[in-house]
């Protein structure tokens, strides 16, 4: 199959935004490990008026992870699924978080203008045609001296983590997807990790779009060499890239 991409992909996600909460609830560590890469950001935890950037929310499971890390934060919370968002918007927020119904590319003519003082994007880059634009987006959107974390799956580039990728997917998501009429969707998800950047790829092509103090960090348990959280800096006006 072909990686679904921009409109054929958000109505995936669409039409799976229903199931899509009681599916991601069955992955060991998600919801875990979303909060360990929102914290990897190093927010100050109770600083009121932060402001963050909340890119490929889905159905809010990111969000959520932002809040824990930064109860009083303002959060803008990006997706380009209007079925994804319809969920994440019947849940229960505190009035400082805002969603909007976007694509990154076309994130000024939806109001959402910046500074922020930090981005999130989880499982967002391998998904997007243009990963590289949209780090340009979330850079030109940081205040200088603010943060990005991206959380994604990202193999290490070691053929054994491949291969308990390629297990995990055959085994359980692919079999979910078919029971639900989602298989062209974790199909999708599958290829899209095989064929994406490694995680030091990854690493490569944040610094090239001019983070810095970047790092590559591992997440914990079976998702080790699988999932990992990319952070960088934009400079203060004083550093040079």
Not at 47 to 70: F, M
Not at 187 to 204: I, Q
Request: glycine share 8%.
């Amino acid at each position: 199959m072909t990686l679904l991409r921009d409109d054929d992909l958000a109505a995936a996600f669409d039409h799976a935004a229903l199931r899509y909460d009681r599916l991601v609830a069955v992955n060991p560590g998600y919801h875990a490990h979303l909060r360990r890469s929102a914290r990897r950001l190093g927010l100050p935890a109770r600083r009121a008026g932060l402001r963050l950037l909340d890119l490929g929310c889905g159905t809010g499971a990111s969000t959520a992870a932002l809040l824990t890390a930064a109860p009083e934060a303002r959060i803008v919370a990006v997706d380009v699924s209007a079925g994804m968002l319809a969920r994440a918007g019947a849940k229960t927020w505190p009035a400082r978080v805002r969603f909007v119904h976007a694509p990154v590319e076309r994130l000024a003519d939806a109001g959402v203008t910046g500074p922020f003082d930090a981005v999130f994007a989880a499982y967002l880059l391998r998904n997007v045609t243009e990963p590289d634009a949209v780090l340009a987006t979330a850079r030109a959107l940081l205040t200088p001296g603010g943060r990005l974390a991206v959380h994604e799956y990202t193999l290490s580039g070691h053929p054994a983590h491949r291969a308990v990728w390629t297990a995990v997917c055959r085994a359980i998501v692919q079999p979910a997807g078919s029971l639900t009429g989602d298989r062209g969707l974790y199909r999708h998800l599958w290829r899209s990790v095989v064929e994406f950047d490694t995680a030091p790829a990854l690493g490569a092509r944040i610094r090239r779009a001019g983070f810095t103090q970047v790092r590559v960090v591992p997440m914990p348990g079976w998702q080790t060499g699988v999932v990992h959280t990319v952070l960088g800096r934009v400079p203060n006006r004083e550093e040079t890239p």
